[in-house]
């Protein structure tokens, strides 16, 4: 099945900077690869999306970048906010062999941004 | 409703003692999925619900472990004789349609086993 590798676990940066967050995925059929925000207390939340057969995809302070190649993904925010900080989950999702497939989750990151 | 409702939001119980959880998908979405989330260890996959089909189980990390989804809506994860390391948050999402896209979380039930 599907394994998702998450780094780095915990994640501090000043207000202002970029954040960068990099998963790795081993299933070369995964097709799909979302990112979820986890505020302290709160439910998991959509945040950005993307497709295998987009590279990249921007939504205003975040983007998401694709190598299929090497099979990893990355969260790219920019500009980072004390609302910001919060658990950051990357996932995998895709047919595998035929059989069902299913959202595999990192294990998260905690950004934490100080002002 | 709004949202995915999650109920008890805490539930405090005694090891061996078995526990109900419940879940309020979004009307009208077809897939449901319930994750367990434990300090460090992200989101674990445990049961997958899609309209009609067999639930894909091949997450439950025990024969204790269950769930049902009732008339494609509400669904109960039942936990018989639990156990210390049941201790988790329990989380449920529901989705529009079949392509795992679009999970929309509950607010979960924390799980803490004594």
Known sequence: ?115 | GAGVSQSPSNKVTEKGKDVELRCDPISGHTALYWYRQSLGQGLEFLIYFQGNSAPDKSGLPSDRFSAERTGGSVSTLTIQRTQQEDSAVYLCASSPDSNHEKLFFGSGTQLSVL
């Open chain 1, 1 to 115: 099945g599907e394994n998702v590798e998450q780094h780095p676990s915990t994640l501090s940066v000043q207000e202002g900077d970029s954040a960068v967050i990099k998963c790795t995925y081993s299933d070369s059929a995964s097709n799909y690869f979302p990112w979820y925000k986890q505020e302290l207390g709160k439910r998991p939340q959509l945040i950005i999306d993307i497709r295998s057969n987009v590279g990249e995809k921007k939504d205003q302070r975040i983007a998401v970048t694709l190598n299929k190649t090497a099979k990893h993904f990355s969260l790219h925010i920019t500009e980072t906010q004390p609302e910001d900080s919060a658990v950051y989950f990357c996932a995998a999702s895709g047919y595998s062999g035929g059989s069902n497939y299913k959202l595999t989750f990192g294990k998260g990151t905690l950004l934490t941004v100080n002002p």
